[in-house]
């Protein structure tokens, strides 16, 4: 599967954004997806994932209330709705699949990676 990350751009801190994965090559809904995120000169780490089936979702803690991670099996397209950004938001966003039947938080697990969009947020 291919994956195409984008929404990413430039926002003042308090402000809103909301980042698509549009996949192609694959059954979509065959995937568990995730999101994560890596802020210049720090390590990628994890930011939300979700079920093949949409029904379950697991977030960082450092993202609890902010963020809210979707899914659109029939137009094959994850989101990441990005609320209350501050400063720590600023970084690639990557998202990305994997076949597994259960939901992932650990990058090396995941297969399939999309190119990454970049989430600057102005203070």
């Known amino acids: 599967v291919q994956l195409q990350a984008s929404g990413g751009g430039l926002v003042q801190a308090g402000g809103s954004l909301r980042l698509s994965c549009a996949a192609s090559?694959?059954?979509?809904?065959?995937?568990?997806m995730g999101w994560f995120r890596q802020a210049p000169e720090k390590e990628r780490e994890f930011v939300a994932a979700?079920?093949?089936?949409?029904?379950?979702?697991y977030y960082a803690d450092s993202v609890k209330g902010r963020f809210t991670i979707s899914r659109d099996n029939a137009k094959n397209v994850v989101y990441l709705q990005i609320n209350s950004l501050n400063a720590e938001d600023t970084a690639i966003y990557y998202c990305?699949?994997?076949?597994?039947?259960?939901?992932?938080?650990?990058?090396?697990?995941?297969?399939?990676w999309g190119q990454g969009t970049l989430v600057t947020v102005s203070s």
């Open positions: 990305a699949a994997d076949r597994a039947t259960v939901v992932l938080t650990t990058e090396e697990l995941y297969d399939y």
């Open positions: 090559g694959g059954t979509f809904s065959s995937y568990t």
């Open positions: 979700i079920s093949r089936d949409g029904g379950r979702t």
